[in-house]
């Protein structure tokens, strides 16, 4: 295998500069690799013509002294983003054969600083799930395995196809999304580093929207510096998104000094789950020995509504969800069904979004609706809304009270069996999120940390919740516990 893929960002930068290796030589390098993955699944789209001449581009580029640390870095894309000409379907059969005319702002920025886009990853159908196993394509499948077995475990979800593709060192990093998990959980399970920003730092133009309030891009990387790097490159205001922040991008590079000396760590008692393994406790009780011993104060602190942020994000996603998805009606984008004689409009709907829609996304436009509708509305949605409120404030109480940043696990368990959940009730695979809907619930900066491995060898990872805006504070924790943690292992190659 070509070691030239498995660089991290800031490895391929400094050598790209040096003259060592060039953005094509990188490309045709992660291009071989792909080739040789698709057991993985996690490309569904492959790029290589626009590849190559994004890398001469990047190349003359350098050549020319260009600075950007993202030029010439070659990447895959989550589905959910919308890439000009290029199929873009949120793993959905309803996207089937749409190929957007414009491209998102979070690509389009990533183009512009040189980056290169070697194709589109597999996720969860709209980005709803935890295991990748909602896709239209079929599943992605993790690179790691437990011990000798040969049983398929899952990447995680939704940006699955991402994670896969970052730990199996198919590309350099990826984007990912992340309404209640999506990039950390995927993350977790693999391995890799996954940040999710503030809510605003990034735009949400041009990515497919699942539940607007919550959604937000982000990097999906091999080490906090690349996440650093790469945030730098997708955040930024864009008078597109009504949400998106008006606020300067600072060089998150820059605030990592791996200086903690004096920083207030939170730890929250209610995420000690009952039940939760006892792999799980430990990792995190060294995570904050770890912190501790590189100079910050770990203190216990209280986030009292947690027990109510599954629910509440379950009433309040797909709400929004039912909403976003009202688009899909057989006439504006993909596929249509075929129609029998004496069909009207309303059956045009209803057979193309029968058949469009996976069970877990009708499930969640069922729900959805059921909670806005007139005699629920203010039982479910609205109470939901007033629950969020107090969820944040948990938060903005911990803050205010000096803590600069929380630490909890990122998932309750290592990556499972593809097809393990199968017969569960949906609730189980909703507990997958338990550790980090919170952080979308309050808008706040999250990040996953590969700190260990459990009895079966698979990687396991810790969550740093930061304040609002301070990506950068978060980062350099998060530089700390990954220096301490020392978290070098690679899946052993199968595919
Ligand atoms: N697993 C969660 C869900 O199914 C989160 C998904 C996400 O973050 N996009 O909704």
Redesign the pocket.
């Known amino acids: 295998m070509s070691e030239l893929t498995k660089l991290t960002i800031a490895e391929a930068r400094d050598r790209l500069r040096a003259g060592d290796v060039t953005a094509t030589e990188l490309t045709e390098a992660c291009l071989a690799e792909i080739e040789k993955a698709d057991a993985l699944g996690a490309f569904v789209h492959k790029t290589p013509e626009l590849a190559l001449q994004q890398a001469a581009a990047a190349d003359a580029r350098i050549q020319g002294g260009a600075e950007n640390p993202m030029c010439g870095i070659p990447l895959g894309i989550k589905d959910l983003f919308c890439t000009q000409g290029v199929p873009s379907q949120a793993a959905s059969n309803i996207l089937e054969g749409f190929k957007p005319e414009y491209e998102s702002t979070v690509t389009t920025q990533l183009w512009q600083a040189g980056a290169i886009m070697l194709g589109k990853l597999n996720m969860?159908e709209f980005?709803?799930?935890?295991s990748n196993e909602t896709s239209c394509y079929g599943n992605a499948v993790n690179p790691w395995r437990r011990g000798n077995e040969e049983t398929a475990l899952t990447p995680g979800?939704?940006?699955g196809g991402s994670a896969s593709a970052v730990a199996a060192d198919l590309c350099l990093a990826a984007t990912g999304?992340?309404?209640?998990?999506?990039?950390r959980?995927p993350a977790a399970f693999t391995g890799i580093t996954g940040l999710k920003p503030t809510y605003g730092r990034c735009s949400r133009w041009g990515i497919v929207a699942?539940a607007s309030s919550?959604?937000q891009a982000g990097p999906m990387t091999k080490s906090v510096r690349d996440a650093a790097i790469m945030l730098r490159a997708m955040a930024g205001h864009d008078p597109k998104d009504s949400t998106s922040a008006d606020i300067p991008v600072p060089d998150f590079e820059a605030a990592i000094t791996g200086d903690i000396r004096g920083k207030t760590i939170g730890i929250p008692k209610e995420y000690r789950m009952e039940g939760m393994p006892a792999e799980i406790e430990k990792l995190w009780a060294d995570g904050a020995d770890m912190l501790r011993d590189a100079g910050a104060k770990i203190v216990d602190i209280s986030l009292p509504h947690t027990k109510y942020a599954l629910p509440t994000?379950?009433v309040i996603?797909p709400a929004e969800a039912s909403s976003n998805l009202a688009r899909y009606d057989g006439v504006r984008f993909g596929h249509r069904a075929k129609l029998a004689q004496g069909d009207g409009i309303t059956e045009m709907y209803e057979k193309t979004r029968a058949e469009g829609f996976g069970a877990e996304v009708q499930r969640r436009v069922m729900v959805g609706t059921y909670v806005l509708s007139a005699g629920f509305y203010d039982a479910y949605y609205n109470r939901a809304r007033k629950v969020r409120a107090l969820i944040k404030r948990d938060f903005d109480e911990a803050f205010a009270g000096g803590v600069d940043a929380i630490l909890t696990p990122a998932t309750p368990s290592a990556a499972f069996g593809l097809g393990e959940m199968a017969d569960a009730d949906p609730v189980q695979?909703?507990l997958?999120?338990v550790f980090?809907?919170t952080v979308?619930l309050a808008g706040l900066p999250g990040i996953s940390v590969p700190t260990g491995v459990d009895s079966s060898g698979l990687p396991l990872g810790l969550q740093l919740i930061g304040q609002p805006w301070e990506e950068g504070a978060l980062l350099n924790v998060a530089q700390t516990l990954e220096d301490a943690a020392g978290f070098v292992a690679k899946p052993a190659r199968w595919w």
């Open positions: 969860d980005a709803m799930g935890s979800g939704s940006s999304t992340d309404t209640g998990g999506s990039i959980q699942f919550l959604d994000y379950y996603a695979m909703y997958n999120d980090t809907v979308n």
